[in-house]
């Protein structure tokens, strides 16, 4: 891989076309892309799944493991016609760029070999996903993508997305459309279902895409469910890399450094990790072979990465974005707050989380903490706190529940809980507008701005605070929690947390 420090003055527009070119300054595909099978349709093509699973395909096809599995993306949302107009004059390819103190290291990845933007070409998708070459179709569609109710495990039949979809053939409006159409085209072919491998960060992953698609072929042909049931897999995962959204001074840095005008690249860290399930209905690449895990049970391993990683990004947000800090790595440079979220960790999450084969937690965490500081990923607390009210109940909340059922200690999770309730008010603590970036902002401000004194209002919301209102002496700490914070601030919270934990 190519470290920063190339002095490139002429940039290459990257394309099949000038691979070789480019090849003289990053590391590039040294396999043949022609002979690449893909046998993989991912949906939702973004830069989580560029820097991840693509680059876990990338490695099997460039170590001479294997050309069996290549991928074809597909974008679904109108945002994706940008990724449309990004990837396909570069014939798919990309560049990623791992970031960290000590340089930045950059290569070009060819694992995805076509992309479709269903918006514009619906039959051609459908092809592509009932093509019998076609073994697997991943998604990264989001946490709050499934339509699956957190507290009840039910598919929301009555989203009228999913109603208009339900007769839908040939131009489905949903991701449930597409995969039962092509499903349902298989099944009339005689073809083997595909394997639905969900790559969202989400707890029992593969459970919740079960449920959702089995679900939604209920609502449209009994035979084509009771199919599904009987012959598709939905194999649990845990996915981690942390991948920032790419910026105009990325694709600068890019150019200027290592000599490339790639529209769309992908900048992250070094670490990746993928954990899977070994449940596939129509075989699998090895990837075992480039260091993904594969085993019987990945429940311990989610569960870990969800509350420790994922609910530590929910402090950071909250906490971070009310002292007035823009980036996570600001908020690691905070020694105080750094200290509170090793202590989070620690003190309040750790005992609740089940043994975990093979992991050493204290050095899991330290690596948490090295990743969190990262100066040059320059990830944004914004991100972090995008549509928490999708993530808090699955990264917080649970460990929150826990503790108060167990008699465990739980002030730093409780002022977890105050700073996202005081955060949704959308200002600050200088009296300046927060733009919550929320599917359910509308709802969720007016029930935060009316729990100043009370925060019973907000609790009242059950898809995100669950039953966690019926505890009232709990619901007292929160109200002292949350009159506290807006007294005395974020800053002055954490250091009086630390004192008192």
Not at 172 to 187: D, E, I, K, M, N
Not at 315 to 328: D, F, N
Not at 385 to 401: E, H, Y
Not at 424 to 433: M, T
Request: aromatic share 6%; proline share 6%; charged share 25%.
């Amino acid at each position: 891989m190519e470290r920063t420090g190339s002095t490139q003055t002429a940039p290459l527009a990257l394309s099949q076309a000038t691979l070789s070119a480019v090849g003289g300054r990053v590391p590039v595909p040294t396999y043949d892309r022609t002979k690449l099978r893909p046998s993989i349709v991912h949906l939702g093509v973004g830069g989580f799944h560029r820097a991840h699973q693509a680059m876990y395909l990338d490695d099997l096809a460039q170590r001479g493991i294997t050309l069996d599995w290549g991928e074809r993306g597909v974008g679904l949302l109108p945002f994706d016609r940008r990724m449309a107009d990004a990837l396909i004059p570069q014939d798919c390819l990309y560049t990623v760029v791992e970031r960290s103190a000590a340089g930045d290291v950059a290569r070009v990845v060819g694992s995805l070999t076509d992309f479709a933007f269903a918006l514009q070409s619906p039959d051609r998708v459908l092809e592509l996903m009932a093509d019998p070459s076609t073994r697997i179709v991943s998604l990264t569609i989001t946490e709050g993508g499934y339509n699956v109710d957190d507290k009840t495990g039910v598919f929301d039949a009555e989203n009228p997305s999913v109603r208009a979809d339900i007769g839908a053939e040939a131009a489905p409006q949903t991701v449930f459309g597409y995969v039962c159409s092509a499903l349902a085209r298989r099944r009339a072919a005689g073809i083997a279902p595909f394997t639905v491998l969900s790559c969202d960060n989400l707890q029992g992953n593969g459970k919740v895409a079960r449920t959702a698609f089995l679900s939604f072929a209920r609502l449209r042909d009994d035979a084509l469910a009771n199919w599904m049931e009987a012959n598709v897999t939905f194999p649990n995962g845990m996915v981690d890399r942390i991948t920032p959204q790419t910026t105009d001074a990325d694709r600068a840095m890019v150019t200027e450094t290592f000599g490339i005008a790639d529209a769309w690249p992908v900048m992250t860290e070094s670490f990746k990790q993928w954990v899977i399930e070994d449940r596939f209905s129509n075989g699998r690449p090895p990837l075992e072979e480039v260091g993904v895990q594969i085993v019987p049970d990945v429940h311990p391993y989610e569960t870990m990465k969800l509350r420790l990683l994922n609910a530590s990004h929910q402090a950071m947000a909250y906490l971070g974005i009310l002292a007035g800090y823009r980036y996570a790595d600001e908020v690691m440079g905070d020694a105080e707050l750094r200290t509170f979220i090793a202590r989070f960790m620690d003190d309040e999450v750790t005992d609740l989380l089940p043994p975990v084969p093979g992991i050493d937690l204290t050095d899991y965490k330290r690596t948490l903490l090295e990743r969190f500081a990262n100066p040059k990923i320059k990830d944004t607390l914004a991100r972090l706190a995008t549509d928490g009210s999708d993530r808090m109940p699955k990264f917080v909340l649970p460990s929150l529940a826990e503790a108060l059922a167990q008699g465990r200690p739980h002030r730093l999770l409780t002022l977890v809980v105050a700073a996202f309730i005081r955060y949704l008010r959308a200002i600050d603590e200088q009296g300046q507008p927060i733009a919550l970036n929320d599917r359910n902002a509308d709802e969720l401000r007016p029930l935060a701005q009316a729990s100043k004194d009370d925060p019973r209002p907000v609790l009242g919301l059950r898809r995100v605070f669950g039953d966690l209102g019926n505890n009232e002496k709990w619901v007292a700490e929160l109200a002292e929690t949350l009159r506290q914070l807006d007294n005395r601030g974020a800053r002055a919270m954490v250091r009086s947390a630390l004192q008192g934990a």
